[in-house]
């Protein structure tokens, strides 16, 4: 499953290039405009290794579009937004992990708090199951079947923003792998108007260990 892995990233970087080296007047992907593009390396919650995502929406945000590559995985969300004040999110996802495809919905909700000393404030939360046709190919938990007779996968968090710190907290069930409480925090370091620097940490209660992860987001003027 290495060459598949490869080619899917590599075709992200390839995107993603195009994107920064194009005009701000065109940096469009068919009817949908750049939002943002993120690369990074480490682990959080979802993701580990070097990750690239890009995000896509219309000039009225009305809809969503992420895609999302790495060493090991590889999604597309797809859905439309709801409300003005209140930011709902409700999406499809399709992915594969370690050579098993998924499919699942994807619902986010953001509700803005308060302002404080020029700072918005921000809950925010996500419920994401995912449906596996097969187990992956990796079976790293405890080498035996899954004796699930569905194969699903659920990832849910609750945030807090307070300006560019975000403090989190998660629970993550895989397959047969028993339920992990991933409590957090990061920071996005703004050193451009269109470029930040992103950093987090994550505790991984399963594991007992820290999962570091640093990247970068550029968003057009």
């Not at 007047?25 to 993701?47: C, D, F, H, K, M």
């Not at 986010?108 to 000393?117: F, K, R, S, W, Y």
Request: charged fraction near 15%; include cysteine.
């Amino acid at each position: 499953m290495k060459k598949p892995r490869c080619l899917c990233f590599i075709a992200m970087f390839v995107l993603a290039l195009s994107v920064l080296v194009t005009p701000v007047a065109a940096q469009r992907v068919g009817p949908y405009e750049v939002q943002s593009l993120t690369i990074g390396s480490g682990e959080n919650a979802v993701t580990s290794g070097i990750a690239g995502t890009i995000r896509l929406a219309p000039a009225d945000s009305s809809r969503f579009l992420e895609f999302t590559a790495q060493q090991q995985q590889a999604w597309v969300i797809c859905g439309p937004r709801f409300g003005s004040s209140t930011n709902i999110l409700t999406a499809a996802s399709v992915g594969y992990f370690q050579g098993a495809p998924w499919a699942g919905p994807f619902i986010n909700l953001e509700i803005p708090v308060a302002t404080v000393a020029g700072q918005q404030i921000t809950f925010s939360t996500l419920q994401w199951p995912a449906f596996f046709a097969w187990e992956p190919n990796d079976k790293r938990y405890d080498g035996k079947p899954n004796p699930e007779k569905v194969l699903l996968g659920y990832f849910a968090n609750a945030r807090l923003n307070i300006g560019a710190i975000e403090l989190s907290f998660a629970m993550l069930n895989f397959l047969d792998e028993p339920w992990n409480k991933l409590p957090g925090i990061s920071y996005a370091a703004k050193v451009l108007d269109n470029l930040k620097i992103l950093s987090s940490v994550t505790w991984n209660n399963n594991k007992n260990r820290w999962l570091l992860y640093m990247g970068i987001q550029w968003t057009p003027n």
